[in-house]
């Protein structure tokens, strides 16, 4: 299983962008789906997760300025952030739930400054 993400990149404090995490190699359905972020000196934490029902998980720090979503005909989540802040500035990683254990993504920059 591979997963491939894609949409990173510098954005100025209140705009928006779209990540995307497409997995690869798969031979039946993805459980879980989530994306996880990682600044400098800090842990990684979650930023959202959403089950193979539909149901989400947020951090704390995201809530009504990120929304996650799947196409499962794709095998792709997305990540859509709004109103972004200087402090989302981070690493973000998709992972997946599959076969009874996780997959990383290989991490793409979010940088938000002015």
């Known amino acids: 299983v591979q997963l491939q993400a894609s949409g990173g990149g510098l954005v100025q404090p209140g705009g928006s962008l779209r990540l995307s995490c497409a997995a690869f190699?798969?031979?039946?359905?993805?459980?879980?789906m989530a994306w996880y972020r990682q600044a400098p000196g800090n842990e990684r934490e979650l930023v959202i997760q959403?089950?193979?029902?539909?149901?989400?998980i947020y951090g704390d720090s995201v809530k009504g300025r990120f929304t996650i979503s799947r196409d499962n005909a794709k095998n792709t989540v997305y990540l859509q952030m709004n109103s972004l802040e200087p402090e989302d500035t981070a690493i973000y990683y998709c992972?997946?739930?599959?076969?009874?254990?996780?997959?990383w993504g290989q991490g793409t920059q979010v940088t938000v400054s002015s």
């Open positions: 190699g798969l031979l039946f359905s993805i459980n879980g």
């Open positions: 992972s997946v739930y599959y076969s009874g254990r996780f997959y």
């Open positions: 959403i089950s193979s029902g539909g149901s989400r």
